[in-house]
Nanobody, 115 residues
Framework: QVQLAESGGGLVQAGGSLRLSCAAS????????MGWYRQAPGKQRELVAV???????NYADSVKGRFTISRDNAKNTVWLQMDSLKPEDTAVYLC?????????WGKGTLVTVSS
């Protein structure tokens, strides 16, 4: 059984920062790409950022220069540092990871950015 546990969401004013964490646990034999998606009310889920096991990163255009994804392979953990937050960043943020060649999702953490 593999689990992804997110933390770090909350309410922040526009221009502020938040740091999300996601830790993978369970029977992990191979941990490949890890990433963050988000889903705002009434909108489709979208990729925010992804990082490979070799530390290659990719970002959505809407967050480039404001968000930073990082990971610690020894701790099976990925972080998303979110700076200069905007109201349009408000969404449920979900952790995603390719573990043992299968895609796994966390339950999500809510980020609310007030104007």
């Amino acid at each position: 059984q593999v689990q992804l546990a997110e933390s770090g969401g909350g309410l922040v004013q526009a221009g502020g920062s938040l740091r999300l964490s996601c830790a993978a646990s369970g029977s992990i034999f191979r941990l490949s790409a890890m990433g963050w998606y988000r889903q705002a009310p009434g909108k489709q889920r979208e990729l925010v950022a992804v990082i490979s096991s070799g530390m290659t990163t990719n970002y959505a255009d809407s967050v480039k220069g404001r968000f930073t994804i990082s990971r610690d392979n020894a701790k099976n953990t990925v972080w998303l540092q979110m700076d200069s937050l905007k109201p349009e960043d408000t969404a449920v943020y979900l952790c995603n990871a390719l573990i043992n060649l299968q895609t796994h999702w966390g339950k999500g953490t809510l980020v609310t950015v007030s104007s």
